[in-house]
């Protein structure tokens, strides 16, 4: 939660929809001024769901501070993850209201210092909303605009369910939800794969887009359990821990073979280095290798790393 305003200095902002029925219009917030978002009809930002109570929330623009304030809402306002009462707002920040993501952000420059009156605002979101093409997800955008672990953060707070789809160019990926817990996670919707190993997958994805779909009936034989913040802070240390040795990790494309003859001695591996072994055995491509080993992405390179350095395999060139 935020604990410095937006600022002054004749910055103006506005709320920009990255999710929800209004993705991609822009809410002016004049100086001064207090606006109450909710699903009646007769207020001044109107969120048409049923997860928005009738008054949600007040946004309040003073003196250069943007304070934002939960009005006993049934499913309450969260602020970058947290549910709160009260909470001063700055640029960046992003709060949810039922399934609709805002993003506080400064209006461009240069444009006309006239308010807009509250007509014009209406007439303007309503434009945006008529302009969206309909879709069966109460949630969408894209992950440049909401980066993964914060949308689950979100998610995870306000015990939402359902899959979470995030669609790339190259792949498909799925984080399956239990409200707010994280049960599940596949890319490719390969199941073989360790669903802890996919989810640290998905976090690194920095582009693409995200819908969230129904909740889904499929059985896994293996669920995850751990709290959605463990997972994404075990998952951000692999993260960290893989950019770190990006310069000395081999490329997913190259190939390596056991060593011939093998020297070293196969007592002297213990039993995940002897699987990594026989993965590289059987299938040689590093990336064949990460996506079969029962290792997290991370402890497989590092298995790698020390049986290249103790020669038991080397690279096919």
Known sequence: MSTTGAGGGGKRFAL?????????GEFPLQPNREIVVGRSSDLDMVLVEDMVSRKHAKISTSEGLITIQDLGSTNGTFVNGEKIKKARLQEGDRILIGTSILKLVAMAQGGSDKPLD???IKSMMEQV???KKPSASPMSGRIDEVPLPD????????????????RTEEHVG??????GR???ASIDDDHEMDPQKAFTRLLAWSTGVFDLSPPSNEKFVLELDESTEGMLMDAMRQLDELKRIEDQRPATTARFGVARP???ALRDLNPEQLDILQLVH???QVQLVLDKSMLSDLETYQALAHLVRKGYIREMR
Request: glycine share 8%; aromatic share 10%.
């Open 151 to 166: 949308l689950l953060q979100l998610l995870s707070t306000s015990k939402k369910s359902g899959v979470m789809v995030i």
């Open 16 to 24: 920009r929809f990255i999710s929800g029925k209004y993705q991609g």
């Open 129 to 131: 909303a008529a302009r």
């Open 118 to 120: 509250d007509a014009e």
């Open 262 to 264: 093998l020297n070293p």
């Open 174 to 179: 799925k984080i399956y939800l239990r409200n």
């Open 182 to 184: 994280i049960y599940f």
């Open 282 to 284: 059987n299938h040689g």
